[in-house]
T-cell receptor, first 112, second 113 residues
Framework: ELKVEQNPLFLSMQEGKNYTIYCNYSTTSDRLYWYRQDPGKSLESLFVLLSNGAVKQEGRLMASLDTKARLSTLHITAAVHDLSATYFCAVDNPSGTYKYIFGTGTRLKVLA | DAGITQSPRHKVTETGTPVTLRCHQTENHRYMYWYRQDPGHGLRLIHYSYGVKDTDKGEVSDGYSVSRSKTEDFLLTLESATSSQTSVYFC????????????FGPGTRLTVT
């Protein structure tokens, strides 16, 4: 059974600080996705990582993928309040059925 | 924004009644998905469709059925609603020919009393 685990589940950090969210998954997959969700809203796609070693950056967020370690990281640089949200990672099922399995999410709160 | 709408956006219903949620897309994407979101569980896949009349179960499909009679519409039916089906339901679409990215609808908040 494919499982996706994120840690931490909750993260409270000061503005200006750096931090990393980790996403581990249990079986082989070459594709990993990061989403952002604001309270009461839908999910917004942040990054699609399609191969081992992929790195993508937008603003203060940078995501990377290590398929051999089955690990993706979402690094936050110099956090600002606007980054407060819940972040989800997901992988798609390696059997080719194109089912997406999500982690339970990391709730990030950036304190001024 | 991808053209995905869900209806209704909010619904309160009683235990034992049937409920149908609708997802409509204007993107002509092949794949459509229904998820439920509950605190502490992230998003869990209920059913998905890989083409008209082609559907398959997800990880939490018991008590739910789906239908897709045309590309743009994907219906989720709770045959006899229970309180455990109180949740927020999201529809998503993807077109694997061009991108693996999923696009999500605005969600439907369902309360079963």
């Amino acid at each position: 059974e494919l499982k996706v685990e994120q840690n931490p589940l909750f993260l409270s950090m000061q503005e200006g600080k750096n931090y990393t969210i980790y996403c581990n998954y249990s079986t082989t997959s070459d594709r990993l996705y990061w989403y952002r969700q604001d309270p009461g809203k839908s999910l917004e796609s942040l990054f699609v990582l399609l191969s081992n070693g992929a790195v993508k950056q937008e603003g203060r967020l940078m995501a990377s993928l290590d398929t051999k370690a089955r690990l993706s990281t979402l690094h936050i640089t110099a956090a600002v309040h606007d980054l407060s949200a819940t972040y989800f990672c997901a992988v798609d099922n390696p059997s080719g059925t194109y089912k997406y399995i999500f982690g339970t999410g990391t709730r990030l709160k950036v304190l001024a | 924004d991808a053209g995905i709408t869900q209806s209704p956006r909010h619904k309160v219903t009683e235990t034992g009644t049937p409920v149908t949620l609708r997802c409509h897309q204007t993107e002509n994407h092949r794949y459509m998905y229904w998820y439920r979101q509950d605190p502490g569980h992230g998003l869990r896949l209920i059913h998905y469709s890989y083409g008209v009349k082609d559907t398959d179960k997800g990880e939490v499909s018991d008590g739910y059925s789906v239908s897709r009679s045309k590309t743009e519409d994907f219906l989720l039916t709770l045959e006899s609603a229970t309180s455990s089906q109180t949740s927020v339901y999201f529809c998503a679409i993807s077109d694997l020919a061009t991108s693996y990215e999923q696009y999500f609808g605005p969600g439907t908040r369902l309360t079963v009393t």
